[in-house]
Every structure is written in C-alpha cells, then in structure tokens.
C-alpha cells in the first residue's frame, strides 16, 4: 500500500541549513507537498513539486525530489528559530486533483539559539 | 491566498454529546472536502471525503454512524461527533480542493480541538 516515512527530529542551530528527507512508495503520485504545522494549529502549505520536476526553489525552500529512488527533501537555508515546527511529507498517490493525501509521521525540527 | 476556516477551534465536551464541527472554505468553492484526524504527536489520517451534494466516502476502520459528515453547500462540510467518548479525543483538521482549476492543492483549516470528559 500508500507508505510515505520522514524521520521523526533534526536538530540545527539557528542560521544553519536544515534537510529534511521523506521517502514515498507509490510511484503514481503526481504531486508531492511539504507542509508546517505550529504547536496546536493546522497545517500551511510550504511548497509543492510536480513529479516531472527534480528541484524547485522558493526563497529559503529548496525541494529535490528523485523519483527514480522515490525520495523528497526539504532544503531550509539560514534557518530560524521561527522555522521549529513539525514539517509533513505528503504525496497524493496519483489522485490528480482530488486532494487525498497521504502523510508521512512528520519531522520534529528544533532549532536552537 | 484561498482560506478555509473550522470552527470551533476548541471545544470541551461531555461524554455522550455530539459536537458538530464546521469546516468553510470562505474565498473559493470546493466541491470536495477531506476531514482528518490527528492524535498527539502522530501524523494526520484520513477520516472520510466529503462531496457536496453526496454522501461521504469513508475511510476504511472509521464509522459512518459515529462521524456524521454533510456537504450542503460548495463552502460549508459539516463534521458531528455522535455521542461523543473520551476516546474521541482529538485534533480534526478539514481541507478543501478548489472547484476548478487549480494544482492539486489542498488548503487545510486551522484544525479543531475536540476534549471528552
């Protein structure tokens, strides 16, 4: 079935870069999407990537994505006591448009002064 | 940017009341909605799609008759809790799909904090 598996911590000083890796298995999904989820809140959006893409850069974001080894990584550059959240890998096992993603179990980033 | 809304946020509930949980997506039309569900320290599952205008898909382990959900309008799902148990403690969270066009993009609400005492 539909797995998507992330390490559960990092931890990184402040200004350092953070990487983040998430290995998925289906290999229909179409789109992959990280997402931030703050203590007791919901979760936005950080950035996405097509599967016909390997890189996409968004300021401080850098996503690869090798599909041929099923991986994803969230590159966060100069990163900020802001950025300690909990990060979620998803992939939408090949539903297009529909929205039903499936999660990885989400990484814990602490970043410390 | 699009936003979905649920509300409430939190509520405290006792055991054997129902709690209805509204999910709004409040700048687009969604014609499908998802309701997941989020225990401390572990990720989101998928409870059940909602589509409006027909009945939700629900996910197989979660009860139909437990998770009462409704999709009247393109903007409002509608989660209940019936005869809510401490068990279903928990975070829910919607997210909504654009009606049309769009990425795949799913944007979530900011998640409702359900207690049963």
């Known amino acids: 079935g539909e797995d998507v598996e992330q390490s559960l911590f990092l931890s990184v000083r402040e200004g350092d870069s953070s990487v983040i890796n998430c290995t998925y298995t289906?290999?229909?999904?179409?789109?992959l999407y990280w997402y931030k989820q703050e203590p007791g809140a919901g979760l936005q959006l950080l950035t996405y990537?097509?599967?016909?893409?390997d890189m996409k850069q968004d300021q401080r974001l850098t996503v690869l994505l090798n599909k041929k080894d099923k991986h994803l990584s969230l590159r966060i550059a100069d990163t900020q006591t802001g950025d300690s959240a909990i990060y979620f890998c998803?992939?939408?096992?090949?539903?297009?448009?529909?929205?039903?993603?499936?999660f990885g179990q989400g990484t814990t980033l602490q970043v410390k002064p | 940017g699009a936003v979905v809304s649920q509300h409430p946020s939190r509520v405290i509930c006792k055991s054997g009341t129902s709690v209805k949980i509204e999910c709004r997506s409040l700048?687009?039309?969604?014609?499908?909605m998802f309701w997941y569900r989020q225990f401390p320290k572990q990720s989101l599952m998928l409870m059940a799609t909602?589509?409006?205008?027909?009945?939700?898909?629900?996910e197989q382990g979660v009860e139909k008759d437990k998770f009462l959900i409704n999709h009247a309008s393109l903007t409002l799902s509608t989660l209940t809790v019936t005869s809510a148990h401490p068990e279903d403690s928990s975070f829910y969270i919607c997210?909504?799909?654009?009606?049309?066009?769009?990425?795949?993009?799913?944007?979530f609400g900011e998640g409702s904090r359900l207690t049963v005492l």
């Open positions: 997210s909504a799909v654009r009606a049309s066009g769009g990425t795949g993009e799913l944007f």
């Open positions: 990537i097509f599967s016909n893409m």
């Open positions: 700048d687009f039309q969604a014609t499908t």
């Open positions: 998803a992939e939408n096992g090949g539903s297009g448009n529909t929205g039903k993603l499936i």
């Open positions: 909602s589509n409006e205008g027909s009945k939700a898909t629900y």
């Open positions: 289906d290999s229909s999904s179409t789109y």
